[in-house]
Nanobody
Framework: VQLQASGGGLVQPGGSLRLSCAAT?????IGWFRQAPGKEREGVSY????????FYAGSVRGRFTTRRDNAKNMVYLQMNSLKPEDTAVYYC????????????????????WGQGTQVTVSS
């Protein structure tokens, strides 16, 4: 499977961005992760192959939404009410394993990674 994330950019606090992840190959569960300078990579969200289950990090719950359009082989991360602390490089990653609440955010559990897209939230 090949993944390509896009849609990052510079946005003011309180603004919105939508990230896209183009996923070729067989359908996989998709996780969004982010990594800020000097920090570990952290899980942001997760969506199952058919979009029936999602998980979110507590720091983004209620502000971020992930969905997928399997007809287009696309997974999206809609980010609203952005804060400066959301600034990071965002990655999408794929796994064939069905994750549970305690495991979805562990980066080592994903076999395939796309290149990152930079999101900067600043006035």
């Amino acid at each position: 499977v090949q993944l390509q994330a896009s849609g990052g950019g510079l946005v003011q606090p309180g603004g919105s961005l939508r990230l896209s992840c183009a996923a070729t190959g067989d359908s996989y569960n998709i996780g969004w992760f982010r990594q800020a300078p000097g920090k570990e990579r952290e899980g942001v969200s997760y969506i199952t192959t058919r979009g029936g289950r999602t998980f979110y990090a507590g720091s983004v719950r209620g502000r971020f939404t992930t969905r997928r359009d399997n007809a287009k082989n696309m997974v999206y991360l809609q980010m609203n009410s952005l804060k400066p602390e959301d600034t990071a490089v965002y990655y999408c990653a794929a796994t064939s394993e069905n994750k549970i609440l305690s495991s979805w955010s562990q980066a080592q559990g994903y076999s395939y990674w796309g290149q990152g897209t930079q999101v900067t939230v600043s006035s």
